[in-house]
C-alpha cells in the first residue's frame, strides 16, 4: 500500500481550506433572523446554480441597459453627454445602483467560485484521458459550456481595466487631459475619453474582453434559464436561437463601438 | 440409483373450496404482536423481485430486516431484464379473463406439474400487484385517456398483461428497491451489498442464519436471524451459456440443500427460442429477444443443407418455414418448448444457418411487404435496435437469425404452501423456489411469482412460523456459526490453495457444453448417463487442477466465480439425475424416449404426477427422493396439441 | 463490417485496493475478433492474464444486455465508449481498428472511489434514492391501478426518465462529477406522476441534500451526461428539478 505524496496532500487540504472560506458568507448570512431556511436551502449545489442563474439573468439586463446607452455614441457628443450628465445627475441614487451593481458581480462571481472548488472537491483524482460525447461545436453553446470559468476569469480582469479606464479614469497609457478641455469644475467629458480609451492600444484588452463575453453569454444565457427550469421540448430550439442571438447582439453592438472608434478617431464629432 | 423416500411429502395446503384456502389461512395462521415484530431480526438473501419485495414489506411491518445481494446495488438484481411485461386478471379489456381462467391457464401451461392451490392463490393476487406497483409510481404503459394498458402475450387468448415499454421488469424492480431503501433509510432494513452467501446456519434443525463473504474486503460474517428468507433466483447459468446474467448462481440454494433443504424438480428448465445466437467460442452470455416478435416474424431454413446462397437469393419454393409445417393451426405462435425444440431438430438435421449452422432465419420480410416498414418500426424498433448493435446485421433487410437458449428455471428448493423449505425457518421465495410454474412457465409470469411471493404472501406466513417457533437468541460466537464460518474459510482454502492450470471459466464453459449436449433442449437415458459420469469426472479435475490466483483478503471475482462453479459442478449431476429419474416428457423436459411419432412431447401422469423433492447424502452420493403428489381437482389434465 | 481479427494494446488502470495510488499497465491482446462485445474482449484478456499467472482485471459486469447499470469503465476518455445509447457490455469490439491502443480508466468521482482495478463503489447512489427517491406507500395499501387516470402522454414522460439504469456514466462523464442527471431522473418521473406529487418537496430537498453530502458536483449545464447516458435520460429533467427544488425552497414548512 502507498500513501499519497505530500504535494497531492497538501493541495486536498487547500481545497477543502478554500471551500472552507467561501462557506462563511452563508454561515454568516443565515444568522440573520428570518432567512435561515432560505439560506439553507440556497446553499446546496441546486441552490447556488439558481442564485448564479438569477444574478447572471440581473447582469444581463445591465448588459442590455448599458448597450443601450453607449449606443448614443453614435448619436455624437451632444446626446451621449447630455446622457451622462443625466446619469450623474442622480447623485447618491448612482451610488446606491453602483453598489447593487457591485454586488451582483461579487455574488455571482463568488458563488462560481464556491461551485467551482466544489466542483473541483468532487472529482479529486483526474481522468488522463477525457473525451466529449458530444458533437463538436454542437449548439446551443457552441461548445462554450466548457469555458464558462476561464471566460469568466477574464471578464472579471476586463472589468478591472474597464473600471479603471472609465471611471476612474486612471488608464497610466492614457493622457485624459484632452477630456479635461472644458475646465476642473465641468467635469470630464464623457465622450472624448471614450474615443481616448478606445483608440489607445490597451483597446485590446476590450476586444479580448469582449469576446470572453460573447462565449459566457452563448452559454450562460440558456444556461440560466435552464437552471431556473425553462426547458420544454416545444420551446427549446427557439429558445437557443434567442439566447445565442442575444449574446452575440450584446457583443457585436459593444464591439461595434471598438471599431467605431478606430475609424472614426482624428476626426472631430 | 436413487432412493425413493416412501413417506410422501406434505404440502400444507389448507383444506377447503380452493377459491377460499388463502382466506382461511390467513385467518388461521397465528400473527405477531405488533409491539414484538421488532424484536425480530429477518434475514432476506437478494433484492430481485421476491427478495426486494419479501425485505421492503417485512420491513414495513415492524420486522427487523437484513437485506443481501452480491451486486453492488440492490438495483441490479437480475429482474431488471424481464422485458415483456406482468400478468393480472384484471379483465380491464373486458375480454373474458378472470383469477379462475389465470389460474386456469398457468396449470395447463405448466403442462400439470404445479401445485393447484398455489397457482390458484397466484392468480388471485395477481391483482394486487398491479395496484401496489401503480401506487410506488411505475409508469405502466396507459392508454391515451389514461387507463392502464394491457396487450396479449405469450399466444394468451386474453390481454392480461400489462407493461413498461420493454423494460417491464425494471420498473417493477426499481419500485421494490425504493419501497427498500425507504426501509433502509427509516433504520428498518441494514443494505449488505456485495455480500455473497456462501453457508447456512442452522441450529437445532431450524434456519437461524447465514455465512456471507463481503466481496469487497474478501471477510467472511456470520449473520443470524430468526428466520432466512432465500430470494436467490434460477441456475440457468448451470449451462454456461443463458440469457441469466454473469453473476446469476445456485450457490446459496445449493448450501441450503447441503444443510438438509430438498431440491425440487431441477430438470425443469426452460429453453426459450428466440435468443440472439452462439457467434464464437469467446462467447459469455446470450441476449432474448422478446417473444412478441413471433406475432410478425416467420421462422425459415433452407430447404437443401447447407444453401451457401444469401437468405434473400432463395426463392420462397427452397425454404422450410418449419413451425407453420409442422404446426398448422398455431404455425409460429406455438409455445416457447415446442418452438425450441423445432428449430433445434432441424440444426440436428443439418439444416441450420450461419457460420456455425446454429440458428435459424426469423424473417420479417412479408410482414415489412405487408403492412410497410414504419409499422414494423413501431412495434419492434428497440428489439431490431439492439439486435442490429450486436450482431452489426439490419434486421429490417436480412432476417434475424436465432437459437433457442436457456432462459428460466422452474425448478428449485421444494417448499409448502406457506413457502417454507423442508427447513423450519428457511423460506424461499421466487424463481429460487419450483413451486407455482410446473414443467413449463408461461410468459408474464415470473414477475408475477416473485412479486405475488415477496409482497404478499411472506408476510403472513413469515408471521406463522416466527409465533409458533422456539427460537432462543443465537450469540455470534454459537458453535454452528463458527462451524459454518470455518466451513466457507476452508472451502475458500481450498480453492486458493489448488494451484492448477486451469481457470475458472474454462471448467465452467466445459460444464456448461456437457449440460447443454446431454441435458439441454432434448434428453435421453444414455445422454444423461454419460453426462452424469462427465460431470463427476470433470468435479475431480476441477477440485485438482483449478487456478484461482490473487489473495482472499480483496475483491477477486475468480474466488466468486471459483465458488460458484464449484456448486454447479455438484448441482447439475443433480439436474441429470432428477432427468433420467423423470421418464416422461413433459414442459421445459423431454425424453426422447417418450415422445409420439411425430416427435411431440408425451406426459405420463399414472406414474409422474409428483413433485420430485431430492435430499442430499454427500457429494458423489445418491441422493434421496421425496414425492409430493399432485392432484388436478379443478383443471382436469389434458393433452397439449398445436397442430 | 470485416472479419479481420484485431491487434490490441490495452492501457488498463491496475489498483490492489482503495488506498493503492493505482497505475496503467500495459497489455498486448492479439487476435480479437470483431463479433466480440468489449467484456468479453476482457474476458479473453483476463484468460490470457491467468494462463501466464498474472492476477485477472477486476470490472463489474452483470447482465451483459445493458440493463442491469452495473458496467462501467472509461473507455479512451468516454464513458461507456464511443457509441451513444450504449453501455460497456453492449460495445461491441468491430467498433475498434486493428493496431488500436484502447485506454480503460474506472469511473472517477470523490463519491465513487475505486475499490479494486475497473470496480468502483456506487452506493452513494443508493442513499440518494432512499433520501426521497420512492412513493411512501406501504404493502397492501394501494387503490385500484385504473383509480386514478394518467394521461399516455404524462406516463410516456415519466417513463423517460425511469430508464435510468443508475450505472454513474453521467457522473462519470460530467466535468464537475455531477449526479445531477441521475438524482433528476427520479425526481421528475415522480414529480409529474400523480402518485408522486404528495412527497415533492420532502423529495427534492432530500435527495439533492444528499447527493451534496455524499460529494457530488454541481451542474453547470454542459449536457455532457445526456450525450453519455446509456438510457438517453434527457437534461429536461434537470431543468424539472431545479423547478421543484426552487418551488420546495420557497414553500417548505
Known amino acids: 500500500m502507498k500513501c499519497p505524496t505530500y504535494s497531492s496532500w497538501f493541495r486536498e487540504r487547500r481545497l477543502d481550506a478554500v471551500c472552507q472560506i467561501l462557506r462563511l458568507p452563508a454561515v454568516m448570512l443565515s444568522q440573520i433572523p428570518g432567512i435561515g431556511p432560505v439560506v439553507k436551502a440556497a446553499s446546496t449545489t441546486v441552490g447556488q446554480k439558481i442564485l448564479m442563474a438569477i444574478t447572471g439573468l440581473l447582469l444581463c439586463g445591465f448588459l442590455v441597459t448599458h448597450l443601450a446607452g453607449n449606443l448614443l455614441l453614435y448619436a455624437g457628443a451632444k446626446q451621449f453627454n447630455h446622457y451622462a450628465e443625466s446619469l450623474h445627475s442622480w447623485g447618491i441614487l448612482l451610488n446606491v445602483a453602483e453598489v447593487g451593481l457591485f454586488t451582483l458581480f461579487m455574488a455571482h462571481i463568488g458563488l462560481a467560485c464556491s461551485t467551482h472548488a466544489m466542483n473541483r472537491q468532487a472529482r479529486r483524482s483526474q481522468y488522463t484521458q477525457k473525451e466529449s460525447k458530444q458533437e463538436p461545436m454542437a449548439l446551443p453553446s457552441g461548445g462554450a459550456s466548457g469555458w464558462m470559468f476561464v471566460t469568466g476569469v477574464i471578464i472579471a480582469f476586463f472589468l478591472v481595466v474597464h473600471i479603471t479606464d472609465m471611471r476612474l479614469k486612471k488608464n497610466p497609457f492614457i493622457d485624459y487631459s484632452p477630456a479635461y478641455q472644458n475646465g476642473p469644475e465641468a467635469g470630464p467629458d464623457e465622450f472624448v475619453a471614450v474615443r481616448l480609451v478606445l483608440t489607445n492600444w490597451t483597446a485590446i484588452a476590450y476586444v479580448i474582453g469582449l469576446l470572453a463575453l460573447g462565449i459566457h453569454l452563448s452559454h450562460g444565457f440558456r444556461s440560466a434559464l435552464q437552471t431556473l427550469g425553462v426547458n420544454h421540448p416545444r420551446w427549446n430550439r427557439l429558445l437557443e436561437i434567442i439566447s445565442l442571438l442575444f449574446a452575440w447582439t450584446i457583443t457585436l453592438g459593444f464591439l461595434s463601438l471598438v471599431t467605431w472608434a478606430a475609424m472614426t478617431s482624428g476626426t472631430s464629432n | 440409483m436413487a432412493r425413493v423416500a416412501s413417506e410422501t411429502l406434505k404440502s400444507r395446503v389448507p383444506d377447503g373450496p380452493i377459491e377460499q384456502k388463502w382466506d382461511k389461512h390467513r385467518f388461521n395462521m397465528k400473527l405477531v404482536n405488533p409491539a414484538n415484530k421488532r424484536k425480530f431480526n429477518v434475514i432476506v438473501v437478494g433484492t430481485g423481485l421476491a427478495g426486494g419485495a419479501a425485505a421492503a414489506s417485512l420491513a414495513e411491518l415492524g420486522y427487523h430486516v437484513k437485506s443481501f445481494c452480491f451486486q453492488d446495488s440492490p438495483r441490479r438484481a437480475h429482474s431488471i431484464a424481464a422485458q415483456g411485461g406482468i400478468n393480472a386478471a384484471k379483465n380491464y379489456p373486458n375480454d373474458g379473463d378472470s383469477v379462475w381462467r389465470l389460474f386456469y391457464d398457468t396449470v395447463k401451461g405448466g403442462d400439470y406439474r404445479a401445485r393447484e392451490a398455489n397457482v390458484h392463490r397466484l392468480a388471485q393476487i395477481s391483482n394486487n400487484i398491479i395496484d401496489q406497483c401503480v401506487a410506488q409510481g411505475v409508469p405502466f404503459a396507459?392508454?391515451?385517456?389514461?387507463?392502464?394498458?394491457?396487450?396479449?402475450?405469450?399466444?394468451?387468448?386474453?390481454?392480461?398483461?400489462?407493461?413498461?415499454?420493454?423494460?417491464?421488469?425494471?420498473?417493477?424492480?426499481?419500485?421494490?428497491?425504493?419501497?427498500?431503501?425507504?426501509?433502509?433509510?427509516?433504520?428498518?432494513?441494514?443494505?449488505?451489498?456485495?455480500?455473497?452467501?456462501?453457508?447456512?446456519?442452522?441450529v437445532d434443525g431450524i434456519a437461524r442464519g447465514i455465512v456471507v463473504r463481503n466481496l469487497s474486503t474478501g471477510q467472511l460474517e456470520s449473520h443470524t436471524a430468526d428466520a432466512v428468507v432465500l430470494c436467490t433466483g434460477g441456475y440457468g447459468n448451470v449451462f454456461y451459456l443463458s440469457t441469466n446474467a454473469k453473476g446469476c448462481n445456485v450457490t446459496a440454494a445449493w448450501r441450503c440443500h447441503k444443510e438438509g433443504a430438498y431440491f425440487a424438480n431441477p430438470c425443469f428448465t426452460q429453453i426459450h427460442p428466440t435468443c440472439i445466437p452462439v457467434s464464437g467460442d469467446y462467447q459469455s452470455k446470450l441476449t432474448l429477444m422478446s417473444e412478441s416478435l413471433r406475432n410478425d416474424g416467420r421462422v425459415w431454413v433452407p430447404r437443401n443443407a447447407g444453401d451457401p446462397r444469401h437468405p434473400s437469393e432463395i426463392p420462397e419454393g427452397e425454404r422450410d418455414y418449419f413451425l407453420e409445417r409442422r404446426y398448422p393451426s398455431f404455425g409460429n405462435l406455438v409455445p416457447r418448448d415446442v418452438a425450441s425444440r423445432a428449430s433445434k431438430e432441424r440444426c440436428d438435421a443439418g439444416f441450420g444457418v450461419g457460420d456455425t449452422r446454429l440458428s435459424v432465419y426469423l424473417d420479417f420480410k412479408h410482414a415489412i411487404d405487408r403492412d410497410g416498414e414504419d409499422a414494423v418500426r413501431k412495434k419492434y424498433s428497440n428489439l431490431f435496435h439492439m439486435y442490429h448493435k450486436i450482431t452489426a446485421e439490419n434486421p429490417y433487410e436480412v432476417p434475424m437469425r436465432i437459437y433457442p437458449a436457456v432462459h428460466y428455471t422452474m425448478g428449485g428448493l421444494w417448499v409448502d404452501y406457506n413457502l417454507m423449505s423442508n427447513l423450519p425457518g428457511l423460506f424461499v421465495l421466487g424463481e429460487a423456489n419450483f413451486s407455482d410454474h410446473g414443467a413449463n412457465r408461461l410468459g408474464a409470469s415470473a414477475l408475477m411469482q416473485g412479486l405475488s411471493d415477496g409482497y404478499f404472501v411472506i408476510p403472513y406466513t413469515i408471521g406463522d412460523h416466527l409465533a409458533t417457533s422456539e427460537l432462543p437468541e443465537i450469540p455470534e460466537d454459537h458453535p454452528a456459526c463458527r462451524k459454518a464460518l470455518a466451513s466457507a474459510q476452508n472451502r475458500i482454502d481450498r480453492l486458493m490453495s489448488t494451484g492448477g492450470k486451469r481457470s475458472v471459466d474454462s471448467f465452467h464453459r466445459e460444464l456448461g457444453q456437457i449440460m447443454w449436449d446431454k441435458c439441454g433442449?432434448?434428453?435421453?437415458?444414455?445422454?444423461?448417463?454419460?453426462?452424469?459420469?462427465?460431470?463427476?469426472?470433470?468435479?475431480?479435475?476441477?477440485?485438482?487442477?483449478?487456478?484461482?490466483?490473487?489473495?482472499?483478503?480483496?475483491?477477486?471475482?475468480?474466488?466468486?466465480?471459483?465458488?460458484?462453479?464449484?456448486?454447479?459442478?455438484?448441482?447439475?449431476?443433480?439436474?441429470?439425475?432428477?432427468?433420467?429419474e423423470r421418464e416422461e416428457s413433459c414442459g421445459g423436459h423431454f425424453r426422447e424416449e417418450h415422445q409420439t411419432d411425430d416427435g411431440e412431447a408425451r406426459r405420463n401422469d399414472n406414474e409422474f404426477m409428483h413433485v420430485a423433492a431430492w435430499e442430499f447424502h454427500g457429494v458423489g452420493e445418491d441422493p434421496t427422493m421425496h414425492k409430493e403428489t399432485l392432484n388436478f381437482d379443478h383443471v382436469p389434465p389434458s393433452t397439449r396439441s398445436y397442430k | 463490417m470485416s472479419d479481420e481479427h484485431l491487434n490490441l494494446t490495452l492501457r488498463i488502470w491496475r489498483q490492489d485496493g482503495p488506498?493503492?495510488?493505482?497505475?496503467?499497465?500495459?497489455?498486448?491482446?492479439?487476435?480479437?475478433?470483431?463479433?466480440?462485445?468489449?467484456?468479453?474482449?476482457?474476458?479473453?484478456?483476463?484468460?490470457?492474464?491467468?494462463?501466464?499467472?498474472?492476477?485477472?482485471?477486476?470490472?463489474?459486469?452483470?447482465?451483459?444486455e445493458g440493463i442491469c447499470g452495473m458496467c462501467s469503465l472509461m473507455i479512451n476518455g468516454q464513458a461507456h465508449g464511443p457509441d451513444r445509447a450504449t453501455t460497456t457490455c453492449q460495445l461491441h469490439m468491430r467498433r475498434f481498428n486493428n493496431g488500436d491502443t484502447i485506454s480503460i480508466e474506472p469511473w472517477r468521482a470523490t463519491a465513487f472511489p475505486v475499490v479494486r482495478d475497473l470496480v468502483v463503489d456506487r452506493s452513494a447512489f443508493d442513499r440518494v434514492i432512499g433520501s426521497g427517491g420512492y412513493v411512501s406507500v406501504n404493502t397492501g395499501n394501494a387503490p385500484d391501478g385504473n383509480a386514478i387516470p394518467i394521461p399516455g402522454t404524462t406516463q410516456e414522460v415519466?417513463?423517460?426518465?425511469?430508464?435510468?439504469?443508475?450505472?454513474?456514466?453521467?457522473?462519470?462523464?460530467?466535468?464537475?462529477?455531477?449526479?445531477?442527471?441521475?438524482?433528476?431522473?427520479?425526481?421528475?418521473?415522480?414529480?409529474?406522476?400523480?402518485?408522486?406529487?404528495?412527497?415533492?418537496?420532502?423529495?427534492?430537498?432530500?435527495m439533492v441534500a444528499q447527493m451534496d453530502k455524499e460529494g457530488f458536483g454541481s451542474c453547470t449545464n454542459t449536457s455532457e451526461c445526456e450525450a453519455a447516458c446509456p438510457a438517453e435520460i434527457s437534461v429536461e429533467h434537470i431543468a424539472r428539478l431545479n423547478r421543484e427544488y426552487a418551488r420546495a425552497a420557497l414553500t417548505a414548512r
Open chain 2, 142 to 202: 396507459r392508454e391515451y385517456g389514461g387507463t392502464l394498458a394491457n396487450r396479449s402475450f405469450g399466444g394468451a387468448q386474453v390481454s392480461r398483461t400489462f407493461y413498461c415499454r420493454g423494460q417491464t421488469g425494471q420498473q417493477l424492480l426499481l419500485g421494490a428497491y425504493q419501497a427498500l431503501m425507504r426501509q433502509s433509510q427509516l433504520g428498518k432494513v441494514d443494505i449488505c451489498a456485495r455480500r455473497e452467501m456462501l453457508e447456512l446456519i442452522v
Open chain 2, 521 to 580: 433442449m432434448a434428453r435421453n437415458k444414455a445422454g444423461l448417463e454419460t453426462a452424469i459420469s462427465e460431470i463427476r469426472d470433470l468435479r475431480r479435475e476441477f477440485w485438482a487442477n483449478v487456478r484461482v490466483l490473487g489473495r482472499g483478503s480483496t475483491l477477486n471475482q475468480s474466488i466468486e466465480k471459483a465458488g460458484r462453479v464449484a456448486d454447479f459442478l455438484e448441482f447439475g449431476e443433480l439436474l441429470a439425475m432428477d432427468a433420467l
Open chain 3, 19 to 64: 488506498e493503492d495510488r493505482g497505475a496503467f499497465r500495459n497489455y498486448q491482446l492479439d487476435n480479437v475478433s470483431p463479433h466480440m462485445s468489449f467484456l468479453e474482449m476482457l474476458d479473453v484478456l483476463n484468460e490470457q492474464l491467468i494462463a501466464s499467472s498474472e492476477e485477472p482485471v477486476e470490472f463489474d459486469h452483470d447482465c451483459r
Open chain 3, 158 to 206: 415519466a417513463m423517460d426518465a425511469a430508464a435510468c439504469i443508475g450505472c454513474g456514466a453521467c457522473v462519470a462523464a460530467c466535468k464537475n462529477a455531477s449526479a445531477m442527471l441521475f438524482v433528476s431522473a427520479k425526481v421528475s418521473q415522480m414529480a409529474v406522476l400523480p402518485q408522486g406529487r404528495t412527497e415533492r418537496t420532502e423529495r427534492v430537498l432530500g
